[in-house]
């Protein structure tokens, strides 16, 4: 179901080890929350500048040198690539010194890994998104990716939450998308504030209110498991298969690919079999762990 | 190809040629505890006393502690530089079938999809020459995986202990190739040869502990919710790191940076699935209970392993039962499984 | 005393005092015992007593939920009123069956004595003041002083001082601390870069399993100060200087509630002489505040409380 295209992986390894890092800088930071931000950067190396490719829903392995290495997902979509782009929340030691560098910075890159969205199998297809705070950062590759080749596809919903107004990330997408009249943009927060005039809900119930049709229809959700474990029995209230219900599951990773075992779930590696997978895959995870 | 002998008094000897072009490694005791050392020179009368060690043979290929590479800031910024691998050959004497069939079994992981580049030139720069067991410990129970304690397939010259002298079965290419060069050593007779097929039944029978592997991935799965069993199991389980580290076959790592000033370096070390905190995230742990990663361990070893890669990821070498401080036993663990298989 | 023990421990489950009873069955490996940790009343029945029961049980009152009936020897006793100093435990929860000890044989001094790993041994059995190992058919005698564990040798509190049922006649310490003394004392002998120089060779070989710290009762921490990353006081990795500074601020952070129970030294399994840095920290507790962890349980716990009035004179 999902793609598990292997071309991709092993082309961009720098000095033929899989473990080593390229080199990028950091051209611009856009400060999205108070404790997420997104960083451009761009390969050091001009000819890996030109020659990168990668696949919406992967993700990269990101270096503080000397502080340690994070995952997070590519958020750029494939389709604009003069830079590259990926959000980071504030949780920890390497990602509280991510929010420490400045434009200028370097960092180190590994990737691409993991699956990605199957495209083919979207194609044609009502698209609806349901996201949630930074959730929504792979599920913007891919939306951009569709909305550069907007034909492709058929309805797009996009269903967005936050927890509060200030915690909506993207909201340069999120109004590029409310004005873009072949989608139907819905934006809540669980709750409001003084400035906030528009929808209050949690996003679960937000999608019974908007009731998409399952009929031709994928949706794709992307979120805290909190919200993706209200949201399945919604899709499946309105008519969803659990193959109809695409999600990227996130684990504690440390190399990526596959080698250093953290990330198992029962006998599936999620940054070798995922991070991409159908509500129907996770069912049958041996483990009952997620 | 026949095979060779070599006398007892004369491996020292032996060790001293090979030590030409191999940095060899032999049993070797330091307060107490065994290991696979860099052979001294002289020294043999591990022959006396060796059984196994402690420390795995993996840790000469997954070493406890490796620097993967260094990084320095100048102001052109970073400059990434790997690490210089020894490059000199190595030779392990001695390994046991069940150390040296544990080595076939993390090849899988580490050649599956992205080849390791460290582990894997380690492993095809090594040769191995393998030793029977004559004392198997009452620990063993390498027979019930399909692994004899007397023959390996997977080293390159096999040794079996016949009284005075040493029999010598090669048994790969480079173990041919190996014997070609080596001098000193006389051709085993008809009698040799039989009396190593004695020795070896002898050792394949003194193997008393037992498991039943049969289908127990599908027992496995299907106690896999059984949370009472589990924490049962899991109970006395001390969460340290000692089963999973002197497992010859596990092979869990953390990769941590550090830096001095503007130089640093990335350096990969052993990890336990048996501590709390391996698979935390900011937000939620999905093994935060003690029998859930006492389960994962299990499961993993022969459930997750074998559904992927065929082999059950154990050779019975049995030193997690030796070892463990409170005497945690999986083999008591397998035999207790609550089967609810359905027909 | 074993049979008192299965009698008691069964009765207290039965009769509802207990939710669970904590004590040794025999192990998977000869002269191996193995904690047993029971609600079923018929599990009481596997309890035993012998002189390899040598776990430190009281480590699994941290993480047991509910009333326990827990098998305690002389040391055992101590972590447990230690525990309660620290309002780990609660003391109306725990029923400590006590059993006055008198040494726990130490395989591997066992196995030096008559060079033979343990499962090539036939028997080892206790009599009094002597320990009789049968070994290829042969009977070698020799005097238990030998072949008990260090730390029992030197132990001056073998009978459980807290206990709701003592399990036989009090018995008297051994008190004979001299193997412990002359590894500390060669220590002590040596100059800095010598001392320096043992503990890299010894810390070279451990592997960071953390066993040394699991197993031992006085270090209940959720997280370890060495899991912690912001800051980063040691790398995870095992390198001698970063093992070091684990070992050398675990023993301070136990300092005053370890009881030398010697289950860190046994448990380790490359041989590193961690009794070395634990007793002597034991002894200087001694020797600074008076003070012997779990020996009074009405004390307050040494390095967590404050006085207005100090009562040492090398505070200012």
Redesign the interface.
Known sequence: MTTTD?SH??KFL????????H?V?IERIIEETPGVRTLHFNF?DKKLREEFTFQSGQFAEY???????APFCISSSPTRRDHLEFAV?R???VT?AMHRLGVGA?I?FRGPYGNSFPLDFLQGKNLIFVGGGIGLAPLRSLIWNVIDNRDKYKNIDIIYGARSPTDLCFKYDLEAWGKNKTINMVITVDRGDETWAGKVGLVPKVLEEVAPSARNAVAIVCG??IMIRFTFPVLTKLGFTPEQMLTTL???M??G??????C?I??IFVC?DGPVFTHAQIKSF????? | MTSNKINKKDIEKLLSQWSQEFTVFAPSIESGIATMAKWDGKDTSFLDWYRNTVIPPKANFLPPMEEMFSFQKDKEGYHIELSPSNGHKQLIFGIRPCDAKALAILDMTFKDLYQDPYYLPKRSSTVLIGLGCAKPYDSCFCTSLGISPAESTDVDLMLTDIGDQFLIEPISAAGKELIAKTSGLKEATKDDEARAKEVKETSYNKVTRKINAEGIIDKLLASFDDQDYWEKIAAKCMSCGICTFLCPTCYCFDINDELVKQQGARLRNWDSCAFPLYTKMPMENPRQEKWRRVRQKVCHKFGFYPMTFNVIACTGCGRCIRLCPVNWDITQTLAGLPIKVQE | MEQKLRHEAKALLEQGKVDWIIGFEPGSLKFTTTPLITKDKNGADRLVINPFIVNNLANFLTEIKGRVGIVAKGCDSRSIVSLIQDNKVVREDVVILGIPCPGIIDLGKVERLVGKDRDELDDITREGDKVTIKVDGEKREFPITQALFDNCLACEFPTPQEYDILLGEPTSPIANKLATQEKIENLKQMTPEQRWGFWEKELSRCIRCYACRNVCPACFCQRCFVEETEPQWALPVPRWQDNLIFQIVRNIHVAGRCTDCGECERACPVNIPLRSLTREMYDIVDELFHFKAGTDKDALPLMTHYEQEEAEDFFR
């Open positions: 292997i992986r092993s720098a000095q033929g080890n899989v473990y080593l890092p080199i800088v050091k270096s503080v040198f000397g502080i340690g290495e929340q949780v920890g030691r509280n370097e180190g805290p498991p996130e684990k504690r440390k190399c690919i596959g080698k250093c075992g953290r198992n029962g006998n070798r041996v483990s009952s762990e997620y």
